[in-house]
């Protein structure tokens, strides 16, 4: 009788590489599924490390196009953030990943998928609903949150025990005392001795930028153009072919040129303590380099070419609600079509070009035109002309906005309350 079959997201670490090997003990087949997001990752050798240990066969799927068109694109659209401060960049790549894994599932006719996510964080809570959106019937066997499995394996000298019973290679015996999870957005760090929020995160944990102390001491400036809130064309000058001037607009590529820019320059640090979907709170450091370069210069423009109204009700309800929606799990949501609808109808003005320039983990804009949008006028804003503006009608405005105000303070004055 043929084994039942499970797809499991692999990572080549320790953790998932003895979930494969209890998958296997328990009875099933594996086939393991890694997903490119951009990290810095040996595929390769993640690969044979898999073979090895008895799956059936390895995945290895290029998302890297996919993630930044159809997640880190839309949240650059309406400025999503988390908390004020998170840009979500571990949020963003689960829905490419989680697709993928379906889909390999699925061309294996497995009958459960896997994960080596642990069951007080977010990523077993944003894979698991995006699992059963894409395939209802699916099973979802999740380790960390099996009493077999966690009585088992109470810590990491248990993991390495079990590695070395089952002749699983390990790389290395000591860990270092915090967790990674990268992709081309972002890397995050966080367990371990960032538990403690008031612990100074050590100079050699930061992976991807430079110390913003140790950039260079030369700024430099690039122009980002946008089309319709979509970054279209990146124009720099390569400090390392002899300061040529070069354009970027294939979207993979121009992304990957903000993130070259913003990490020479140290650009993107933040630690912080955030609010897991769960009800925890949760202490996390995270490096976000290109993507913080085209959220902020996005934001500038807006400035510019957005009308106040629409601005908003955009602010207010499509951009707090669609970094909720991806933070917790509900991309694939009728609510996020919605949410994306919207965002696509906000930014159809949102055309121009904007002038940038980084510095020692610091960015600014220098300047910012439209040749399009024309909602900003020079000449009736300047001190210095009159223009089609008459001031004399500004008095009735204030009269009328003062009217409840009037009332307001009669009120206070009447009960004796101080204003």
């Known amino acids: 009788m043929a084994k ?150 109470a810590g990491r000298n248990d993991l390495l025990d079990y590695a070395a ?85 294939d979207p993979l590529e121009l992304f990957l040129t903000a993130n070259a820019i913003a990490r020479r320059h140290g650009v993107g640090r933040i630690d912080i303590v955030e609010n897991r979907f769960i009800g925890l709170k949760s202490r996390g450091c995270y490096e976000t380099p290109g993507l913080t370069l085209l959220r902020s210069a996005h934001l500038d423009l807006e400035g510019l070419v957005l009308d106040r109204e629409v601005r908003a009700l955009r602010d207010q309800f499509v951009t707090f609600h669609y970094a909720k929606i991806l933070y917790n799990g509900l991309y694939f949501s009728p609510e996020r079509e919605f949410l994306e609808e919207s965002i696509r109808a906000s930014q159809k003005n949102v055309n121009g070009q904007v002038r940038c320039r980084v510095y020692k983990g610091m960015f600014a804009v220098v300047g910012r035109s439209s040749e399009t949008e024309k909602l900003y006028d020079m000449s009736e804003s300047s001190m210095d002309e009159i223009g089609a503006f008459e001031p004399s009608e500004t008095g009735g405005f204030i009269s009328v906005q003062a009217i409840r105000l009037k009332k307001y303070g009669a009120m206070k004055a009447e009960k004796g309350e101080r204003l």
């Open 4 to 153: 039942e079959k499970v797809c499991l997201a692999y990572s080549g670490g320790l953790d998932t590489s003895c979930i494969l090997a209890w998958l296997i003990e328990k009875g099933y087949d594996v086939v393991c599924f890694m997903a490119d997001v951009g990290q810095e990752e040996d595929f390769e050798a993640a690969k044979q490390k898999a073979m090895k240990i008895g799956a059936q066969q390895v995945y290895v799927e290029d998302l890297r196009k996919e993630f930044v068109e159809e997640l880190c694109f839309p949240a650059i659209q309406c400025n999503a953030v988390y908390e004020g401060v998170y840009l979500l960049g571990t949020s963003l790549a689960r829905p490419v990943i989680a697709r993928a894994q379906i889909a390999v599932a699925q061309k294996e006719n497995c009958i459960a998928v896997s994960h080596g996510c642990t069951g007080k964080g977010n990523d077993q809570v944003r894979f698991e609903l995006a699992f059963y959106a894409l395939q209802p019937s699916i099973k979802v066997i999740a380790p960390w949150r099996i009493p077999e499995f966690y009585n088992r394996f």
């Open 165 to 249: 019973q089952q002749k699983i290679p390990v790389t290395s015996t000591k860990s270092k005392p915090w967790s990674m999870d990268e992709n081309l957005a972002h890397c995050s760090y966080e367990a371990g001795i960032l538990e403690d929020p008031d612990t100074t995160p050590p100079a050699d944990m930061w992976k991807l930028t430079i110390d913003p102390l140790q950039a260079p001491d030369k700024p430099e400036d690039f122009t980002l153009t946008f089309s319709k809130g979509l970054p279209t064309k990146l124009t720099y000058t390569d400090p390392e072919n002899n300061n040529t001037t070069k354009t970027v607009t």
